[in-house]
């Protein structure tokens, strides 16, 4: 009867609270990978020049200043638009091997009793044989 009541506490906390439990760790997974690739800060910064390089334009009225502030300020926008894409990109790529991960920890999750059993039972299978 002991047994039966363990097994019976073992089953409850195995598919609810444990369950849960899998589910605030993988919470706490993906809200460090969205800080640590700074991914809201990125999108919001997406287009803004790359670590703020950009000309200064002198007073006086010079085409090739001018065309100086445009061509530098182009150009830091599009390598800070390209480095901040890459890292956004494999923070997303990092998210989605996490969020498979999830998927497969859980199929682990809900079939290891039943492996359990499983290899308990073929165990005996191959001592009586």
């Known amino acids: 009867m002991l047994f039966v009541s363990i097994l019976h506490h073992y089953l409850l906390w195995h598919y609810t609270n444990a369950f849960l439990e899998i589910f605030h760790v993988w919470t706490n997974f993906f809200w460090f990978i969205v800080n640590f690739f700074s991914i809201p800060q990125l999108l919001r910064s997406l287009f803004s020049p790359w670590k703020r390089i950009v000309e200064e334009r002198k007073k006086a009225f010079d085409f090739e200043d001018i065309a100086g502030v445009v061509v530098i300020g182009i150009f830091s926008r599009i390598i800070g638009f390209i480095l901040r894409a890459v890292i956004i990109l494999t923070g997303m790529f990092t998210l989605t091997l996490l ?21 308990l039972v073929y165990g005996v299978i191959l001592m009586f044989s």
């Open 99 to 119: 969020l498979v991960a999830l998927f497969v920890v859980y199929t682990f999750w809900l079939l290891a009793p039943a492996f359990m059993v499983g290899s």
